[in-house]
């Protein structure tokens, strides 16, 4: 069942801590001013994930193989074809980038981009420095045995996507499979068989392949 929107996007106004999610501002607990309702904001966030990742066309944007468009294009191009967008402005974008919790966007000079989960061909340049020593991947008892001997490789996306935590990687895969396994990653082995791994949100990771050899599966990962 898909959970009602609940949590309303504000700016500190008073004390100047910026824009946060929720009732209160974490700093100084004030209210602070609304800038979008929870449904605006559960709106907004489907359809600026379902146009970064999968159809700009849609909205008459260009997009670079790096995945970046154009924030002010990709604003208008949306109050333009869902009017109950006409207010949007780059405050509102910024405001909904920056509170992200997990990371998920970047928007730098102008340009706007999704930095993982899509399903059109791109060549990212995320950050390869500072990943952790191992990651993890959940996946099904009947799939981890496959994965096991010949590796992760991109199914439905086009990349892999590897989670920063085993807590991490089990609430992804319980989105999916009743009762996931997980897979840990040995992130330096990775490296030493050339498949860089790039950190492309607060908890995920992304690379092209990860190697049989750099893989083993956690016990009691169910």
């Given at each position: 069942m898909r959970r009602t929107p609940d949590e309303p996007l504000k700016a500190c106004i008073k004390h100047q801590h910026g824009y946060f999610r929720g009732e209160k501002c974490q700093y100084c607990s004030e209210e602070g001013e609304l800038v979008m309702s929870p449904r605006h904001l559960d709106q907004f966030g489907r359809v600026m994930a379902g146009v970064l990742r999968h159809f700009p066309d849609r909205f008459e944007l260009e997009m670079d193989q790096q995945g970046w468009v154009a924030a002010g294009e990709f604003i208008e191009s949306?109050?333009?074809?869902?009017?109950?967008?006409?207010?949007?402005?780059?405050?509102?974008?910024?405001?909904?980038?920056?509170?992200?919790?997990?990371?998920?966007?970047?928007?730098?000079?102008?340009?706007?981009?999704?930095?993982?989960?899509?399903?059109?061909?791109?060549?990212?340049?995320?950050?390869?420095?500072?990943?952790?020593?191992?990651?993890?991947?959940?996946?099904?008892?009947?799939?981890?045995?496959?994965?096991?001997?010949?590796g992760l490789y991109p199914l439905d996306r086009q990349m892999v996507h590897l989670s920063g935590t085993r807590l991490n990687a089990l609430e992804a895969g319980r989105h999916i499979i009743g009762k996931p396994v997980v897979l840990?990653?040995?992130?330096?082995?990775?490296?030493?068989?050339?498949k860089p791994i790039m950190k492309a949100g607060t908890t995920v990771y992304v690379t092209y392949e990860v190697p049989a050899s750099c893989l083993r599966k956690l016990p009691d990962s169910a």
């Open positions: 949306l109050k333009h074809q869902r009017r109950h967008f006409s207010y949007l402005t780059m405050d509102h974008l910024k405001a909904a980038v920056e509170t992200d919790p997990k990371g998920r966007y970047q928007l730098v000079d102008g340009r706007l981009r999704a930095t993982y989960a899509h399903s059109i061909e791109l060549e990212l340049d995320l950050p390869t420095d500072d990943v952790p020593e191992h990651l993890y991947f959940a996946c099904s008892q009947e799939d981890s045995n496959e994965y096991l001997e010949q840990l990653v040995d992130v330096r082995a990775a490296e030493k068989a050339e």
